[in-house]
């Protein structure tokens, strides 16, 4: 009996322990590590759905329960047992010596029982049978600012609040990586440039370390090596990313945030870098720019917003000094030649290059 009146009980004070609903359209995000964003595994989630609105279960906290004792009517007790109010009942001598039976007011006789039953009251809150007590409500120990929600059976709050995806929807920052990427015109019979030409000249890339916005999947590296897995959470522009960064031919630019919630922060970051066709060319630029006034005073690799990853002109190119840069990491592998003649080498196919530029 007390088994059906608690699943009643439970039915309308929302105490049954069921399994959480998720708001899919809601969703929270909290700061664990300190970094300034909400992209790392673990600080995004889904809001549960509760009768009192949406509920983030990060930093989720229980609600302490306010309870006070249950009354019964005058002359009875009560059983916690049966959660009912019992009192015994009480006898008349009537003329002619007749006895008469009769419960205190407010009872009303079980004869299963034998005895006198009524129900507990409550003066402010409801009887909550599992307490043998009347529930006045929960505070939340994070502040009364935050309210108490039934997720799934047990009173929760949390100071992360839900956003409405389909309300407020995410924000997107593309930066510029088109700069200096087109070819131009060139000559049909040479196949020479006819337009500006650049030496050594890079292309932005970006690619994105795990994050919401790729499943926590790590577009900045090709290691898992199967490129089908790759595709199904990262553009394919961040598998070549990834490869001219193993190949050391990139410089990095920088990070942004790449996507943010609104009212959450940042869930999904990117890395901007300026990719060159082979390392050398990486390490020329590096050291090239800084013997250049045009790119002093720290080589003017530009933003993240907008990556300047311009080559070299042919004049550029002639004002530099080969001598004065270290190319001891790209030069590791030859030993054929010393550095000298390297250098040597590059200056002269860089002048028979400019040459071939003249009419």
């Not at 920052?173 to 131009?184: D, F, I, K, R």
């Not at 020479?192 to 050594?200: A, K, N, P, R, S």
């Not at 840069?325 to 290059?353: H, P, R, T, W």
Request: hydrophobic fraction near 30%.
């Amino acid at each position: 009996m007390k088994m059906i009146r608690f699943l009643v009980m439970a039915v309308a004070f929302g105490l049954l322990l069921v399994e959480p609903s998720y708001a899919v359209n809601f969703v929270c995000g909290e700061d664990t590590n300190g970094n300034g964003a909400v992209s790392d595994p673990g600080e995004t989630a889904s809001c549960a759905l509760t009768p009192e609105g949406p509920l983030c279960p990060l930093g989720a906290s229980p609600c302490s329960a306010s309870r006070t004792a249950a009354t019964c009517p005058p002359d009875g007790s009560l059983n916690t047992a049966s959660d009912r109010c019992e009192a015994p009942r009480i006898f008349h001598l009537h003329r002619r010596f007749l006895i008469h039976w009769h419960c205190p007011l407010n009872y009303t006789y079980d004869g299963a029982g034998g005895v006198c039953v009524a129900t507990p009251s409550c003066a402010t809150g409801m009887y909550d049978p599992a307490g043998d007590q009347c529930l006045q409500g929960y505070s939340c120990p994070l502040g009364s600012q935050y309210s108490c929600m039934n997720n799934a059976g047990t009173y929760q709050c949390s100071s992360n609040a839900c956003v409405d995806l389909d309300v407020a929807p995410p924000q997107t920052m593309t930066p510029n990586l088109t700069s200096y990427q087109n070819n131009g015109q060139a000559d049909p019979a040479t196949g020479l440039c006819q337009g500006l030409v650049f030496i050594f000249n890079g292309k932005a890339s970006e690619c994105r370390p795990a994050g919401a916005g790729t499943s926590f999947f790590n577009c900045c590296s090709n290691g898992s090596g199967d490129f089908l897995v790759f595709k199904k959470y990262c553009a394919d522009a961040e598998w070549s990313t990834n490869a001219s960064k193993d190949a050391q031919s990139c410089h990095y630019i920088g990070d942004y945030c790449k996507t943010s919630w609104p009212f959450i922060g940042c869930v999904q970051k990117a890395q901007v870098y300026c990719c060159f066709n082979s390392k050398l060319g990486r390490m020329i630029q590096e050291q090239g720019r800084g013997q250049l006034k045009k790119f002093a005073p720290d080589g003017q690799w530009g933003t993240t917003g907008s990556p300047n990853c311009v080559g070299f002109a042919p004049e550029e190119m002639q004002m530099l000094d080969f001598s004065q840069m270290d190319l001891s990491e790209y030069f590791a592998n030859i030993s054929s030649k010393s550095q000298s003649q390297i250098n040597q080498g590059m200056e002269n196919k860089v002048n028979e290059f400019y040459q071939n530029l003249r009419p």
